[in-house]
Each structure stands twice: as structure tokens, then as C-alpha cells.
């Protein structure tokens, strides 16, 4: 197996570490995340995962223990720019990471900090932009975008400073229903370009996208897996007052009624191709 | 719940922004609803379709100045002598990001304002302080002398929502009010509003792009597209159309999709299921059949 591109090792965090009352927001954090992966983070509000996603490119750095971006630990000051020119970030809201007020000036923006020559930053911006599907909107004004174009500029601004890794903290918590597609649908495309992708989300149907899910609760990882191993554990899940997705849940309720209808569907497809099955032995439809 | 008459009504409504200048935007081009005592009403649409201009327009936030006529509670909005405090005490309003609503520096201040503006008595204003903030789940005694921005996302929320029910309105509006929070802090909120529109008849008017809370919330929705509403129903009439929805940027819960998915097989079921329980008895009549 090739080696991680991200190695947390006892990662224990606090805020106000030297004060007489420390905020442990982790607690003995182990994980590897390697290239190519697609990782989804999940919790409640102060559960640590902004913590840990800060943690990935040297925003924060740890209080114990080790995290390693591309074999640098990120506690060793001179490795702080090459681990955020390998790990980006994208943010909640997207206006506060917008800074142009033309859209292809602001994709260029990171490429040219980083002294990228004029014509490899066209070729970038054009690369971009087509990831996010906003190539029309090139010559628009990003405070007119909406929220999900907004948020796609910002995509493409950090891409194009060429990551290997891309983290999303809640990208799309406050876009509408088809801007989050889009948004989803560039990440995909970069995933499956290559680029390693954490996205940190309260909806559990984009968890579902992920290969691996990380369940984070008081500070601490407390489910590990894919999302079938994960969304299958209905009960733990209730009890950490997560959701399940939709079809998760349909699928639970019938295999507790049914053991042997399975209990860990997920896609919609799927969920319609078993229960049709199920039926079919009934001799439904006739 | 469609009975009596409309304490709202929205007729035909527009509405430019900036008008004159060159970034004029027309943001309402002809929005019709009507608002029914007591019912729990969804308002849905994409961003930017219109819906936040068009509830702001509920409590003279924003006056018709263009064409259409909004009446609430009777009064015509557009009528520059009417008694807009009045309205604002039955048609409260809370917003999408809570910070923005609160201002004061602890908790039961906030909460106070309103009430405190409506000039109550000390008593009357403590009365209804701690009931409203009892009701939202922030227990007065524990968090009236809290901070304000001390307290979570979530527990913002709930603070503002504690902010406009002291008002005692008759109508309370929440546009996105559980975008943003957590899972947890969305369940708290949306109990909440059942809640209150359950034991305090309240009339709840919901702005949401979340289609599972919208299920298990409204009665009827409004979609509005593009300045205009193109579709309205019960609830269930209106996520059993998930091409149209489709089509003006929106979907349908997962559950509606899956129904959906079984009626096309030819299985015999109500593809108008919008919550998990309903989907569970109608697939548990076919499979134990």
C-alpha cells in the first residue's frame, strides 16, 4: 500500500493549551489517510471536526502526539507553506474566501502568490473552472453568483493552487438543494482526478458519497468504515442523535420486521431493487 | 387547515431592488399565497427565487411599492398610515444566521427587548421572558445571564426564536432557521416550532431547502421560482411531482424518491409517502401480504 498522504498519531488538540483551563477538542486521534481517498467526517457541532480538519494543513497544530502531510509533521515550522500548498481548504461560507471581483482573477489569485508563470496560471484557471463547471460564468462578478456558484469559484481557487488534498468544512451547509449537487459533483470530478478529498458534513446522504466515514463525538473517534458499515449501526447512530439516511432507515425498520431484508442499504436504487425483489416473491405485482 | 379566511394575503406582488440603478434586480415578478389561521406553511424555491423578499413583506419590512397588494391582518401593507408595530407584535419574524438578530450583551436581555418595547409591565415582561425562553429549551434561571455570544450555534437560534415568541405573535415566520445547525440542533429547533404550533396555535410559515424537515413540518407548500409562484398544494401533492420540482432547481425527500422508484416498478403504493413511517407500513403491507 502506498503511504499515507496524512498520518495523525495520538493527535490529542487543546485551546488555551498553557492556561489553567484547557478546551480539549481531541483526544487521542489515530488515522491514516491516503491518496485518492475520499474521506467524510461527521459529528456534532463541537464534536472536533473543524479541530482536526485544521489540523490537517497547519492551521493548528498539535497540543500531543503527530500529524504528518506528505511525510512533513506539521509541528516543524519551515514545513508550514509546503504542507498548505498541499493540503487546501474550503470553507463555510464561500464570500469570505472570495477576493476578486472577477471570477477567473480570483481562481488565479493562489497560483499567482505561489509565482506560478503567467502561462501554466491560464492553463490552471481554464483546468478549474471546467472541474466546477463555471467556465461561463469566467468574466462574471462573484458577489452576484449564488451561494452554490460562489461556492464552486471558491472550489476552484483552491484548486488551482493543485492540492493533493482538499479539505471541505461544510461546504455546502447553506447551499439550496441543486446547488449542493453541483458542488458534490465538482468534488467527485476532482476526486476522481486524483485528488484526496475530506469533506466534513451534517447531511448523511452526502456521507454517503465518501469511501470511509469517520463518526467524531466529544473529541473522540467513535465509528470508523465504509458508509454501508457505518449507516448500518441504525441504534449507535440514534443514540449520538445522528441522522440516518432516509433509506437507511426504511431499510432498518423493514429488516427489523423482516430479518431477512438487509439492514444496510443505502442508495435509492438499491433500496427500490431489493424491496421490488422482496415483493416478487410475494407474487406482488401479479 | 385551509379554512376561514386568510390572515395574509399576497396578491400578485413585485418587487426591483436598486431600482434605477444598473445593478437593478427584479426580484419579485408576481407572488399570489394566502396565509390560513393556524395552519403550518411551507414556502420553497432556491436561493434567490424570492422568498426572503416576499415574507419580509409580512411585517412591513419591506412596503409594496410596485405593483400587488400584500393585506395582513387586514391592513393594506402599502398603506403608509397603518399601525406597522401592531402588525410587527403578531407577525414575528426570525432570520437564517441568529448573530444577526441578537444584539444585546446577555441572553435574557435579548430575550426581553421585544416585550420591553411593547411597554408591558415589569411583571408581565418577566412572565413572558422566562415562559419564552422555558419553551425553546434555554431554561431561564440557567442561561438568562449568559452571554450572549457565548452560546452555540444552535443555542443562538433558539435564543432569537425565544426573542419573537416573547412577543406572543400570532404568526411566526423562519426563514432558513435550521440551515447550518447540526443535526442535533436542528431536531431541537424543528420540535420546537411543532411545539409551538401544536400546543400554542401558532400559524408557522417555514422557509426552508431542506425537503425532510419541510415532510415532517407543513401542511402546504408554495414553490417559488424565478420572483413568481408556480406551485402550490398539500404537501404530499406537491413532492408527488418530483419532475416539476426537478425542474425549478428543487427535489423530493429520499423517502418520496424511493416510493417513486417502487410505484414505477408496479408495486401497489402511495408514491405520495413523504415520511419514513408511512413508506414503512405501505412496502410492510405489500412484503407481509
Known amino acids: 500500500m502506498a503511504e499515507p498522504i496524512i498520518r495523525v498519531q495520538n493527535l490529542t488538540f487543546a485551546y488555551n493549551a498553557q492556561s489553567e483551563n484547557p478546551i480539549v477538542a481531541l483526544r487521542d486521534i489515530n488515522l491514516d489517510i491516503y491518496p485518492g481517498d475520499y474521506l467524510v467526517i461527521v459529528g456534532h457541532n463541537g464534536s472536533g471536526k473543524s479541530t482536526l480538519a485544521k489540523n490537517f494543513n497547519?492551521?493548528?497544530?498539535?497540543?500531543?502526539?503527530?500529524?504528518?502531510?506528505?511525510?512533513?509533521?506539521?509541528?516543524?515550522?519551515?514545513?508550514?507553506?509546503?504542507?498548505?500548498?498541499?493540503?487546501?481548504?474550503?470553507?463555510?461560507?464561500?464570500d469570505n474566501q472570495i477576493v476578486a471581483t472577477v471570477v477567473e482573477e480570483d481562481v488565479a489569485f493562489g497560483p499567482e502568490n505561489l509565482g506560478v508563470p503567467r502561462e501554466e496560471i491560464i492553463e490552471r484557471v481554464k483546468w478549474a473552472l471546467d472541474i466546477v463547471d463555471m467556465q461561463a460564468e469566467r468574466l462574471r462578478a462573484p458577489h452576484l453568483l449564488s451561494a452554490g456558484q460562489k461556492q464552486r469559484v471558491a472550489i476552484a481557487g483552491v484548486i488551482a493552487m493543485r492540492p493533493k488534498v482538499i479539505v471541505l468544512d461544510e461546504a455546502t451547509a447553506y447551499l439550496d438543494p441543486v446547488g449542493r449537487e453541483d458542488v458534490l459533483r465538482a468534488v467527485r470530478k476532482l476526486n476522481q482526478d486524483?485528488?484526496?478529498?475530506?469533506?466534513?458534513?451534517?447531511?448523511?446522504?452526502?456521507?454517503?458519497?465518501?469511501?470511509?466515514?469517520?463518526?467524531?463525538?466529544?473529541?473522540?473517534?467513535?465509528?470508523?468504515?465504509?458508509?454501508?458499515?457505518?449507516?448500518?449501526?441504525?441504534?449507535?447512530?440514534?443514540?449520538?442523535?445522528?441522522?440516518?439516511?432516509?433509506?437507511?432507515?426504511?431499510?432498518?425498520?423493514?429488516?427489523?420486521?423482516?430479518?431477512?431484508?438487509?439492514?444496510?442499504?443505502?442508495?435509492?436504487?438499491?433500496?427500490?431493487?431489493?424491496?421490488?425483489?422482496?415483493?416478487?416473491?410475494?407474487?406482488?405485482?401479479? | 387547515m385551509t379554512v376561514g379566511e386568510p390572515i395574509i394575503t399576497v396578491n400578485d406582488l413585485r418587487h426591483t431592488y436598486l431600482r434605477g440603478s444598473p445593478l437593478e434586480v427584479e426580484a419579485l415578478k408576481g407572488v399570489n399565497l394566502e396565509v390560513y389561521r393556524g395552519e403550518a406553511l411551507g414556502i420553497i424555491g432556491r436561493t434567490g427565487a424570492g422568498k426572503s423578499t416576499t415574507v419580509q413583506h409580512?411585517?412591513?419590512?419591506?412596503?409594496?411599492?410596485?405593483?400587488?397588494?400584500?393585506?395582513?391582518?387586514?391592513?393594506?401593507?402599502?398603506?403608509?398610515?397603518?399601525?406597522?408595530?401592531?402588525?410587527?407584535?403578531?407577525?414575528?419574524?426570525?432570520?437564517?444566521?441568529?448573530?444577526?438578530?441578537?444584539?444585546?450583551?446577555?441572553?435574557?436581555?435579548?430575550?426581553?427587548?421585544?416585550?420591553?418595547?411593547?411597554?408591558?409591565?415589569?411583571?408581565?415582561?418577566?412572565?413572558?421572558?422566562?415562559?419564552?425562553?422555558?419553551?425553546?429549551?434555554?431554561?431561564?434561571e440557567e442561561f438568562k445571564d449568559r452571554f450572549t455570544f457565548s452560546l452555540s450555534g444552535g443555542e443562538m437560534r433558539k435564543a432569537a426564536i425565544a426573542g419573537v415568541l416573547a412577543l406572543r405573535p400570532e404568526v411566526m415566520v423562519l426563514d432558513e432557521s435550521t440551515s447550518g445547525l447540526d443535526p442535533r440542533g436542528r431536531k431541537d429547533v424543528l420540535s420546537l416550532i411543532r411545539k409551538g404550533h401544536d400546543e400554542e396555535n401558532l400559524t408557522i410559515v417555514f422557509i426552508s431547502t431542506n425537503m425532510d424537515d419541510l415532510a415532517t413540518l407543513v401542511d402546504r407548500i408554495y414553490v417559488i421560482h424565478d420572483g413568481r409562484t408556480v406551485l402550490s398544494g398539500a404537501t404530499r401533492e406537491v413532492f408527488a411531482q418530483p419532475e416539476v420540482l426537478r425542474g425549478y432547481g428543487l427535489g423530493v425527500p429520499q423517502i418520496t424518491e424511493v416510493m417513486h422508484g417502487l410505484k414505477g416498478r408496479g408495486l401497489p403504493v402511495d408514491e405520495r409517502c413523504v415520511s419514513v413511517s408511512q413508506a414503512e407500513e405501505q412496502v410492510w403491507k405489500i412484503l407481509s401480504s
Open chain 1, 58 to 94: 497547519a492551521l493548528l497544530t498539535p497540543t500531543e502526539g503527530d500529524v504528518w502531510v506528505a511525510g512533513m509533521n506539521t509541528k516543524a515550522r519551515e514545513n508550514t507553506l509546503a504542507i498548505r500548498s498541499t493540503v487546501g481548504m474550503v470553507f463555510q461560507i464561500p
Open chain 2, 58 to 140: 409580512f411585517n412591513g419590512l419591506i412596503r409594496p411599492r410596485e405593483k400587488g397588494k400584500v393585506i395582513v391582518f387586514g391592513q393594506d401593507m402599502a398603506d403608509p398610515n397603518i399601525d406597522v408595530r401592531g402588525i410587527r407584535q403578531k407577525v414575528g419574524l426570525v432570520f437564517q444566521y441568529p448573530e444577526a438578530q441578537l444584539f444585546e450583551r446577555l441572553v435574557g436581555d435579548d430575550v426581553a427587548f421585544g416585550p420591553r418595547k411593547m411597554g408591558l409591565s415589569q411583571a408581565e415582561i418577566s412572565e413572558r421572558v422566562r415562559w419564552a425562553m422555558n419553551s425553546v429549551g434555554l431554561p431561564f
Open chain 1, 194 to 286: 486524483g485528488v484526496t478529498v475530506v469533506a466534513i458534513t451534517h447531511f448523511m446522504h452526502e456521507a454517503a458519497e465518501g469511501d470511509r466515514v469517520l463518526v467524531l463525538e466529544k473529541s473522540r473517534v467513535v465509528m470508523q468504515g465504509t458508509p454501508r458499515e457505518v449507516f448500518g449501526r441504525v441504534e449507535e447512530l440514534r443514540e449520538l442523535q445522528l441522522d440516518v439516511p432516509q433509506t437507511t432507515d426504511l431499510a432498518y425498520r423493514i429488516h427489523k420486521r423482516l430479518p431477512e431484508f438487509p439492514s444496510d442499504l443505502l442508495m435509492v436504487p438499491e433500496v427500490v431493487d431489493t424491496i421490488s425483489e422482496f415483493a416478487l416473491r410475494k407474487g406482488v405485482p401479479a
